[in-house]
């Protein structure tokens, strides 16, 4: 029977936001966050959570369920530090990382979200980071709800085989301001001219298309 999955996030090691010029993260100091039992043999601390979104309301997530999409995937990056003396070995490693994945669908306001979308205007260019205003408990964007687990990839180049996958089933109600405030951030620091007009190119779009399965297996799983 497999163990029930845990979590012990500590809400002021959500230290700064960040944008990476894909997109925003937050950034995670501090060695208490983490992540063990379910598919996972192993500890696997959080060093950061970053989101995906696409043009649309139905195109933004990076997986897909009977094929339909949702309008964004939100990513809680943990790597094991039961085998691995860093984040960057665990990487590129067997076992390396387990990542929780959030399906975001438009809805009702999400209050947890509300304290990262209220700061995107203060990193609107790749690179700026800002502390965080108030403690974010990344526990609060979870369903408590069934999920699916598998063996997979990073969804970023170099696309290292190092991830179990865990999907909560259920997605979670944001609402379409807030995912709009998303699509503020700007990719660069430089701007682009056309026409003799400056322009630079924002972030409207984030996610990898969802990949064959290639002989994976999906479990599925109870909290």
């Known amino acids: ?3 029930p999955l845990r979590w012990t996030y500590v809400p002021k090691n959500c230290r700064s936001l960040l944008n990476t010029g894909e997109g ?3 950034i995670i100091e501090g060695q208490d966050s983490c992540l063990t039992g379910g598919p996972l043999q192993h500890s696997y601390q959080l060093v950061q959570f970053h989101s995906h979104w696409g043009k649309c309301h139905k195109t933004g997530s990076e997986h897909t369920v009977d094929g339909e999409g949702f309008a964004a995937e939100l990513h809680l990056v943990h790597w094991n ?4 003396n860093s984040v960057e070995e665990a990487l590129a490693s067997k076992k390396g990382v387990a990542v929780i994945g ?3 669908q438009i809805g009702k306001h999400h209050d947890e979200l509300a304290k990262i979308t209220d700061l995107l205007c203060e990193i609107v260019n790749k690179g700026d980071e800002c502390p965080l205003s108030k403690k974010i408990d990344p526990s609060a964007f979870f369903p ?3 999920y699916w687990t598998y063996e997979g990839s990073l969804t970023t180049p170099p696309c290292h085989e190092s991830v179990t996958w865990i999907l909560f089933k259920k997605p979670v109600e944001v609402s379409e301001e807030q995912l709009d405030k998303f699509k503020m951030l700007f990719s660069s620091t430089l701007k682009a001219f056309v026409n ?3 322009i630079r190119s924002r972030v409207v779009e984030n996610c990898r298309p969802s990949q064959p399965l290639n002989g994976r297996v999906i479990r599925e799983a109870t909290c």
Not at 81 to 84: A, G, S
């Open 24 to 26: 925003w993260k937050v």
């Open 81 to 84: 530090m039961d085998l691995y």
């Open 196 to 198: 003799g007009a400056p």
């Open 144 to 146: 408590v709800h069934d």
């Open 102 to 104: 959030v399906f975001f």
């Open 1 to 3: 029977m497999q163990r």
